[in-house]
């Protein structure tokens, strides 16, 4: 995509931010809001990446937390393909954070609490995150009592599962023993399990 194209009549391409896994990561201006948003599209045509494209969008449209990442629009384009818009955010990731910072106990904590909230919401509604991890939470602002949690793109809902087991799918250094035995019968403690390597990473350095 090119600065200045129109995507569905609505989002207004302004540049290109960063590639991952499942697609790639643009600024973009909403016509409706005249608000910049994210604007992420699939980067390959291909049919597991899809489901798990559709998945994201689909948690996200049904979450509402402050602490997780907002969900503006999600469709198909000509050109485009899949894309997943969602609210724009200025700060760093905690791993970002993390290279040049330390975080007090005190931050620790407050962060913990303040991503614990968003987890809840999410559990409440049967999903699971899957891929809890510092690179997976944004610091608004560069502050932990703002933190948002990102990429629902391993997120497992009930609604709507992934066709795989998900052997594999995860950060080694933040799965749970069952996540990394590719168990199906996952619950919540495997994301309070990454959950509590993100505060041990914060404490220790």
Known sequence: MRPGEVIDGRFVVERFIARGGMGEVYRALDRETQRPVALKRMSADDELLAERFQLESRA?????????????????????????VMEWLEGVTLSGWLRQHSLSLDQ??????????????????????????PGNLFL??????????????????????????????????YMSPEQARADRKLGPSTDVFALGGVIYRCITG
Do not use: C, S
Request: aromatic share 4%; charged share 25%.
């Open 108 to 133: 620790t904590l407050r962060l913990a609490q303040r991503v614990a909230e968003g987890l809840g919401a999410a559990h409440q509604r049967g999903m699971l995150h899957r891929d809890i991890k």
């Open 140 to 173: 608004v602002g560069r502050r932990v009592e703002w933190a948002k949690i990102l990429d629902f793109g391993l997120v497992r809902n009930p609604l709507q599962d992934i066709t795989v087991t998900g052997a594999g799918m995860g950060t080694p250094e």
């Open 60 to 84: 996200l449209l049904e979450l509402d937390h402050p602490a997780i990442v907002r969900y503006v629009a999600h469709g198909e384009a000509p050109g485009v393909g899949r894309y997943l």
